[in-house]
C-alpha cells in the first residue's frame, strides 16, 4: 500500500515492508478468491437464504403468537426470546446482507436489494447509500467515512478532542439500546445543514421519512399486537420493546466490534490519491476485525463477525464468508499482515476501553495491558525505515 508521510504511524508500521508489486499480488490473489466463489454460486446458496428467511418468518410468528398470553411469564419469556432471535436473524443475517445484493444474482424480486425493506428506522435507500458506498467505500479514513465514530465518538487520538467527548461512556450506552434510531438520524446528516453545506429542504424530507418508518414500527410493535392481545396488552408491549432493544444492543457490539477495537486501523484522505483495487482491498484487511464463534454465533451476527472478508468481498453471500476466511488469514500470513480477531467479550472490551480512554484529552495510550491479542496472524518481513513511495 502507498503510504504518504501524512498517514498514521501504525499503518506505515503495519505496511512498510511491501512494495507495489507485493500489494498488487496480493490484490490479485484476493481477486482469485472473490472469482472462485461467486462462480460458484448455486442452488446451495439459495436454500440456505431461503431457509434462513423461513426460520425468521417462523419465529417471528411463533414469538408474537407467545406473547398473545404473555401474562404468563413463561410464554412472555418464550415470546420475547423467539421474538429477539427473529428481529436480530432479520436485521443482520437478511436485511443488512439482502440491501449488499449479495443474492441479487439469483434474480429473486423477492430477496433483490431493490426491492427489500428492512425492520429498521433506516430506509434501504438511505441505508444503501450511507453504509454501502459511503462506508464501504471509505473504510476507516478520517474525514471521509462517516460512520468512524457517527460523529458522536472519538475513537482515533487523530480525531480532534470536544468537550462532550466526555460524556461518551454514557450516551454510548443510549446509542446501544436505539442503535437503529441514533443511525437513522445520523444519516440525515443534520451536522450539515447546520454548517449550510445541506439544505434544510432536503432534510426536512428526509425527517418525514424517518417519521413514516417509525410510526409504522410503532403501530406494529406497540400499538397493534399489543392491543391484540387485550388484557396482556402491557406485557405484549414491554416484550416487543425488549426484542427491539435487544436487537439494538447485538447490533451495536457486533458492528462496533467490527471496526473500532484494538488492532483496527485509520487512515488518512492522502492515501487515498491514486488508491488502486489491491490498495483498496489492502485498507479494508487493515481496517476490519473478526470475532469468533460457533456457526450459530456468526449466524446471529449476519455474518459481520467475518467482517474482514464482508469488507473485502461485501456483494458475495454472507454463508461463504467461513469458506473464505482461512484463504484471507493465510495471505495475511503470507504477507506478513495482521489478521485480528478474538472473541466478542475481548473486543468489546477493546471498544468500551477505547471510547473510555479517548473521552479524555489525549487518549493515544491503549489500556490493554498485553500485546495485541486480537492480532493472530505473525508478522513478516522485517520493516524498512522509508515505506514505499507512490
Known sequence: ????????????????????????ALGAELDAIRAEVMDDLGDDDARYIHRVIAVQRGLDAGGRGLLQFSLLPP??????????????LENMEIGHNVLHGQWDWMNDPE??????EWDSASSAEGWKYSHNYVHHTYTNVLGKDRDLGYAAFRIDPDQPWKPWHLLQPFY????????????????????????????????????????RKIR?????????????SGLAAP???????????????????VIFCGHFPAGAETFTEDQLDGETRAQWYLRQMLGSANLEGSRVFHLMTGNLSHQIEHHLFPDMPSNRYAQVAPKVRALCEQYGLPYTSGSLPRQYGNVLATIARLALPGGGTPTDPETPPTTTATRGDPVRAE????
Do not use: C
Open 1 to 24: 500500500m502507498s503510504i504518504t508521510p501524512s498517514a498514521t504511524t501504525t499503518t506505515i508500521e503495519t505496511t512498510a515492508h511491501l512494495s507495489d508489486a507485493d500489494v498488487e
Open 75 to 88: 410464554a412472555w419469556l418464550a415470546g420475547t426470546a423467539a421474538l429477539s432471535v427473529s428481529k436480530i
Open 111 to 116: 430477496i433483490h436489494s431493490t426491492n427489500w
Open 172 to 211: 454510548n450506552v443510549a446509542l446501544a439500546a436505539g442503535f437503529e434510531y441514533g443511525i437513522a438520524i445520523y444519516d440525515i446528516e443534520l451536522e450539515e445543514v447546520a454548517a449550510g453545506r445541506k439544505p434544510w429542504a432536503q432534510a426536512k424530507t428526509e425527517l418525514g421519512g424517518l417519521w
Open 216 to 228: 409504522g414500527q410503532i403501530l406494529k410493535d406497540y400499538i397493534g399486537f399489543p392491543l391484540l
Open 235 to 253: 406485557t405484549t408491549l414491554l416484550g416487543n420493546l425488549t426484542a427491539n432493544v435487544t436487537r439494538n444492543v447485538w447490533s451495536h457490539a
Open 387 to 390: 515505506p514505499t513511495a507512490a
